[in-house]
């Protein structure tokens, strides 16, 4: 079973640039056909979308952080990088990394755990 193992720092001081990492574990992908997605849930809020990047390296990401953030991957390691930048206490939130995986015609997502990031000075 593929498993997404993350990491990154708990707690950034504002101004300051976050990055987290996301990567495969547990299993191996087995297709090229993939894409990282990262999400965040701020405290008490919903699930807000941040961006995507495809094994080709094509990005996508949110409106209201495209500015600020940077997504990359390593295709030998199998993990992706989510930077974003200038944070504010509005970022503190928990970060998700999702991999879908396309494959035998059917999709498969996998959800990494956290981690709760906290914008404070």
């Known amino acids: 079973q593929v498993q997404l193992q993350g990491s990154g720092p708990g707690l950034v001081k504002p101004s300051q640039t976050l990055s987290l990492t996301c990567t495969v574990s547990?299993?191996?992908?087995?297709?090229?056909?993939?894409?990282w997605r990262w999400f965040r849930q701020p405290p008490g809020k919903g699930l807000e979308y941040i961006g995507y990047?495809?094994?080709?390296?094509?990005?996508n990401y949110s409106p209201s952080l495209e500015s600020r953030t940077s997504i990359s991957r390593d295709t030998s390691k199998n993990q992706v990088t989510l930077q974003l930048g200038s944070v504010t206490p509005e970022d503190t939130a928990v970060y998700f990394c999702?991999?879908?995986?396309?494959?035998?015609?059917?999709?498969?997502?996998?959800w990494g755990q956290g981690p709760q990031v906290t914008v404070s000075s």
């Open positions: 999702v991999l879908r995986v396309c494959g035998g015609g059917y999709v498969s997502d996998y």
């Open positions: 547990g299993g191996s992908i087995t297709t090229n056909d993939y894409y």
């Open positions: 990047i495809t094994y080709s390296g094509s990005t």
